[in-house]
């Protein structure tokens, strides 16, 4: 592991567990009444994944049903199979340690660690991810024990700090690689606006990074930034 | 076993899963030119699927236009001035609370 990488990924991922202590704030408040306190606290230690969190408790709490709230959790966790993917010819090592890279994947994390080429910097992943973990159990646990306090956590535009994260890291750093990235994004995100009234939610953005397959193109520039930075490109053949 | 902890059972399973799958199958090798360009899109493509859902999506999955829209927008004119992003986020949050607030 290296250490100035994982210590690098730790200060680049405090803003993001600010926003994810805030979001599991919310999280306590609204699953509590759902899944009891214990349960709550549980799957925020464990599953550690908000999405799928707020979208299982959301159709359990609605009346959905097990099966109907595991299956909500597997498609709005679906995005980890590409991004997964994505991540794989970076690691090294035996399937154990590969798999454990895995498990500290989180969107920003993630994205954060792109290095361009189709590059990622695992050992800042997980430095990045870190951050988030306590604060995304510590706010869950403030979730659970003053939801009385906090309200609905809509009044305090909680719901609103995800985006606004995405956002940045999309204007902040992938949009700077590149006219076939910011196609690419556009084509995303319209992909996604169409499919979000169609579609059960989480099947939206998996649809959506289809839009990546425009590096497919001859000539497409999906890797402008490593023949800028020609060292980060390991593979020279093609 | 209550419904509740089977739901946190199926989920720590599923998504531990879905997050090795990736790495496990594929870890290490090489994969062709052309593979790495789709990958290092991924990310773009991720990011702006996310900012749209999780900005315009309604409660029932219908689009909506509604507060979240003048806090994330607020937040891209952070962005474009060179703000932190510590400072965008506060500004999404403020503006959404704010307009919910005076909207009621």
Redesign the interface.
């Known amino acids: 592991m290296r250490r100035d990488s994982l210590r690098a990924g730790i200060r680049a991922g405090i803003?993001f567990a600010?926003?994810a202590g805030?979001l599991a704030i919310s999280f306590g408040v609204l699953a509590e009444p759902?899944?009891?306190a214990e349960?709550t606290l549980?799957?925020s230690a464990?599953?550690?994944?908000g999405s799928?969190?707020f979208g299982?408790?959301a159709v359990?709490g609605a009346g959905g049903g097990?099966a109907a709230?595991?299956t909500a959790?597997?498609l709005l966790?679906?995005?980890?199979?590409?991004?997964?993917?994505?991540?794989?010819?970076s690691?090294?090592?035996r399937?154990p340690r590969?798999?454990a890279?895995?498990?500290a994947?989180i969107?920003a994390s993630?994205?954060m660690a792109?290095r361009?080429?189709?590059?990622f910097d695992p050992d800042f992943l997980v430095g990045a991810t870190l951050p988030s973990y306590p604060a995304w159990f510590g706010g869950t646990v403030i979730g659970v024990l003053a939801g009385d306090l906090v309200g609905d956590p809509?009044?305090?535009?909680?719901?609103?700090?995800?985006?606004?994260?995405?956002?940045?890291?999309?204007?902040?750093?992938?949009?700077s690689?590149g006219r076939?990235?910011?196609l690419?994004?556009?084509?995303?995100?319209a992909?996604?606006?169409v499919l979000?009234?169609l579609?059960?939610?989480g099947v939206?953005?998996v649809a959506?990074?289809?839009?990546?397959?425009?590096?497919?193109q001859r000539g497409?520039a999906?890797?402008e930034?490593?023949e800028r930075h020609p060292e980060i490109e390991?593979?020279p053949?093609? | 076993m209550a419904?509740?902890?089977?739901?946190?059972a199926?989920?720590?399973a599923?998504?531990?899963a879905?997050?090795?799958?990736?790495?496990?199958?594929?870890?290490?090798?090489?994969?062709?030119?052309?593979?790495?360009?789709?990958?290092?899109?991924?990310?773009?493509?991720?990011?702006?699927?996310?900012?749209?859902?999780?900005?315009?999506?309604g409660e029932g999955?219908?689009?909506t236009v509604d507060?979240?829209a003048l806090?994330?927008a607020g937040?891209?004119a952070v962005?474009?001035r060179h703000g932190?992003?510590?400072a965008?986020?506060a500004?999404?949050?403020?503006?959404?609370?704010?307009a919910?607030?005076v909207l009621g």
């Open positions: 803003p600010v926003a805030a759902v899944i009891g349960a549980a799957m464990l599953v550690f994944a799928a969190q299982s408790v359990l097990l709230a595991v959790a597997v966790n679906a995005r980890y199979l590409p991004m997964g993917i994505a991540l794989a010819p690691l090294r090592g399937w590969r798999a890279y895995g498990e994947m969107d993630w994205a792109s361009g080429g189709g590059r809509a009044d305090l535009g909680l719901d609103a700090l995800f985006p606004a994260f995405f956002l940045a890291l999309l204007l902040g750093g992938e949009l690689s076939t990235a910011a690419v994004a556009a084509l995303a995100a992909v996604a606006l979000t009234p579609t059960p939610a939206p953005v959506a990074s289809a839009a990546a397959l425009l590096g497919l497409a999906g890797s930034r490593a390991g593979d053949v093609g | 419904e509740e902890w089977a739901l946190v199926w989920l720590v599923t998504t531990a879905i997050r090795a799958a990736g790495p496990v199958a594929l870890g290490g090798r090489e994969l062709p030119v052309r593979a790495m360009r789709v990958i290092s899109l991924l990310a773009p493509a991720l990011l702006a699927a996310l900012v749209v859902t999780e900005t315009f999506r999955s219908e689009l507060e979240r806090g994330v937040a891209g962005l474009a932190s992003i510590l965008a986020m500004v999404a949050m403020a503006l959404t609370a704010g919910r607030a």
